[in-house]
């Protein structure tokens, strides 16, 4: 058994519900003077030190004084499975050309495509193993990763191969772009669906779909998304990231786990959202990447919708796999609250994976992840910008 | 001797001037498969490893392979003598009161001047060496830290010592605020001026000034300014953060040598600053907390100013230490190349604190003090956003 003891905090959203929502995504409960009891991968207690149980000796016990302790943060949008990066773009984009601008004169994703491609299995493996210990250090226990830096068969595979290798929990993002060898989407379908998903079933758990002028319309997503959900998988979208384009009613027309990114959703689409089953994944440090309008957080959960939190980690548009900072811009940008911030990347992150009864809390019978903040409080997970504010975590019961 | 060898690159401003401005501001040297030779506390050489000399055996190697090496980072506008912290004000604000209301309602600066007063000389110290310590984890190898805490005769003197012995550079911000006991500024800058300024000023280096609705005015900071140039201190002025108060025409005509923040600076002050010798500090760290307007970074550039980049690390406005976020925030929010972001962090930095000609670049002669980037390509300082792209940092010579 392990026991975090001495903690200065602890902090956890609290009862069983998922996803939280409305009043109910600000409740946390905090314990000062805390501690965590693990038995093997699972948590046994939580509680006051001052009503910790009697012991046997073979307890290993970590002295956590000026630590705070909150569940293991779960990303649940990542582009982890990648080759090379674009640091050259990033570097001429602060000169002033936009996003759409690249992608249009042959960068953006398809220039990581190609990257992609040539860098293999191995490369693909070692890269998202890369891109796992810097989540890890960031304080996330799991993560998502997205395939769609490969879009011929063997790499969207290897991709999917490589997340799920490193522990990740695999999405087949088979409508991200239309690769070059193919004369448009529809065609890219027709060979996506009857060449890849096939495989890609077996390996991954949900499919995404860019639906985005310059990459899948509607109709396509739908196509795309359909025959996902035949296969087996969850569906999720990327949505009304640079314009709406009908994903927010598509999404809950075909029982979507999520629409992720937002960043130009209106009041209907809101309202629509708000009244559904499908959960928001807010990716604030994407919007800052880009330098484009924040997603609409504030107003989206007072209008009673599930929304997460993720990263968006990728080469182009978020270079960036840090959870804490995502949480400083929640608060500084999206205005939720520190509690806020912290449900929408634990049990409401967990949500989107399905797997809210197994992780994004600190209570008996949940899986043993936790995150340990170098902190007074655990808020300054949000208070301190850019800080290293994560000291170590506990991963299925095993300290890190 | 160190040796900091096979690096993948290195990244320095070239030339000699300070500070740099106008094109010559992005003008970054980088070496390919580089080392740098430190003897003592100076750089000794830096080049290509093809170039390197012979050695005796008595150089200890460092094997910085994957690692890229930038001067040391200057941080040149930090308030790291405070005590306690303001997460309870964050969480508040996050939810949509303003800065300048929380201000009003007795929150703000004087809520930080009761917890500093309380901490004592003891407690500013290990508060201080805190600080300090998670800069250097950022790269920060030179720092620069107000007083403006205390407010009173014991706690400014102090804060000043206490910055002084945790090896930064101190700015007597005698005039940050006007503290409860007196009934207005002028009576408050009597005191300070009669029984603070002569103590301080054989402690600071500069003087420092908040000029801004309910802190200031131009006359009142005028006052302050001239008996402190008059002792011997440098000048520098907090300018322009919520309104546009006469900050830039004092600066120039009294010969300061910052103005710091500039979030509010119209086309006039931009004119007036770029015409001058004072160089613009930005801190797009600060308006990003508070969710303000960020500094006009690329006009000022365009325009001829001589700008710098650093943190403003306090407890209310902006809790980030962070120098490589700042960097990402200049590159996405201010529209600065990466090679502006890291001039403005070293070279323009060591130059508002008067140490051009000793820190700020990788050359013979230079202090030995060298971050090293955990990246392929130095550009990750920017790219990298809220990454741990920061491995080591050496400081006079040794490695910590």
Chains 1, 2 share one sequence.
Not at 116 to 141: I, N, P, Y
Not at 340 to 349: D, F, G, H, M, S
Request: glycine letters at 10%.
């Amino acid at each position: 058994m392990l026991l975090l003891r001495d903690l200065a905090q602890l902090a956890t959203p609290s009862g069983t519900e998922a996803p939280l929502r409305g009043a109910a995504l600000g409740e946390i409960e905090v314990v000062d003077r805390a501690f965590v009891l693990c038995d093997g991968e699972t948590i046994a207690a939580v509680g006051r030190m001052s009503s910790l149980p009697a012991l046997d000796d073979d307890v290993v016990e970590v002295d956590c004084r000026g630590l705070c302790a909150i569940p293991g943060l779960v990303d649940c949008h990542t582009h982890a499975a990648f080759g090379g990066d674009r640091v050259d773009e990033f570097s001429l984009r602060a000169g002033g050309a936009s996003y759409e601008e690249l992608h249009a004169a042959g960068g953006g994703i398809l220039f990581t495509v190609r990257a992609t491609r040539a860098a293999g299995g191995d490369g693909l493996r070692e890269a998202v193993e890369l891109h796992r210990s810097w989540m890890l250090r960031e304080g996330t226990t799991t993560f998502e990763a997205k395939s769609g830096y490969g879009l011929d068969r063997d790499t969207e595979l290897a991709s999917l191969r490589a997340i799920r290798d490193a522990g990740g929990v695999p999405t087949w993002l088979g409508a991200h772009a239309v690769p070059p060898e193919f004369a448009d989407a529809d065609a890219y379908l027709d060979f996506a669906l009857a060449d890849v998903l096939p495989d890609a079933a077996e390996l991954a758990e949900a499919a995404d779909v860019f639906l985005e002028r310059g990459a899948f319309d509607a109709s396509q997503a739908r196509r795309y998304l359909e025959a996902c959900r035949d296969a087996g998988l969850a569906l999720r979208l990327h949505a009304d990231q640079f314009t709406e384009s009908g994903a927010i009613p598509l999404a809950v027309e075909l029982g979507a786990r999520s629409v992720d990114h937002l960043e130009a959703t209106g009041e209907e689409g809101i309202r629509t959202l708000a009244a559904s089953d499908v959960t928001g994944v807010l990716l604030p440090a994407s919007a800052l990447f880009l330098d484009r309008p924040m997603p609409p957080g504030r107003t989206l959960v007072d209008a009673g919708a599930a929304v997460a939190l993720a990263t968006d980690f990728n080469p182009g548009s978020a270079f960036c796999e840090s959870l804490p900072l995502v949480c400083s811009l929640a608060a500084t940008q999206l205005h939720l609250s520190p509690a806020e911030a912290l449900a929408a990347c634990t049990v409401n992150a967990a949500h989107v994976l399905g797997r809210a009864d197994d992780i994004g809390r600190l209570a008996p019978g949940y899986r043993a992840d936790v995150t340990l903040l170098e902190a007074p409080d655990w808020r300054y997970l949000a208070y301190h910008l850019g800080g290293r504010v994560v000291a170590r975590v506990v991963v299925g019961g095993e300290l890190r």
